[in-house]
């Protein structure tokens, strides 16, 4: 099981940025990745999740129209990009890794990726 996100910077108001999550052989009964993020001084916050069985997917009001999920051919790497950045997407973004089903709750995932920096700043 290897499990690496990758991604993140600054970047302008308006602009695009694209994180990226590997997930090799999922755990048995995992098959669900997901992105939240955490704000200064905020909770940790759903964003997307993506169901690698059948891509299933489900976004946060928030980021509906702006961000798309995605997964490789191979089902290896998830793509979280990002467009439309605003000021209030700033914040550390985590890629995560739950059992079968979309689900908005941190208490359903069990793995964890380091965290990447998201900042948008004029």
């Known amino acids: 099981f290897q499990f690496e996100q990758s991604g993140g910077g600054l970047v302008q108001p308006g602009g695009s940025l694209r994180l990226s999550c590997l997930v090799s052989?999922?755990?048995?009964?995992?098959?669900?990745v997901a992105w939240f993020r955490q704000g200064p001084g905020q909770a940790r916050e759903f964003v997307v999740c993506?169901?690698?069985?059948?891509?299933?997917?489900s976004y946060a009001d928030a980021v509906k129209g702006r961000f798309t999920v995605s997964r490789d051919n191979a089902g290896d790497t998830v793509f979280l990009q990002m467009n439309s950045l605003t000021l209030e997407d700033t914040a550390v973004y985590y890629c995560?890794?739950?059992?079968?089903?979309?689900?908005?709750?941190?208490?359903?995932?069990?793995?964890w990726g380091q965290g990447a920096q998201v900042t948008v700043s004029s």
């Open positions: 052989e999922f755990p048995r009964g995992y098959s669900t």
């Open positions: 995560a890794v739950g059992r079968k089903g979309c689900s908005m709750s941190k208490i359903d995932y069990a793995y």
């Open positions: 993506i169901n690698s069985d059948d891509g299933t997917t």
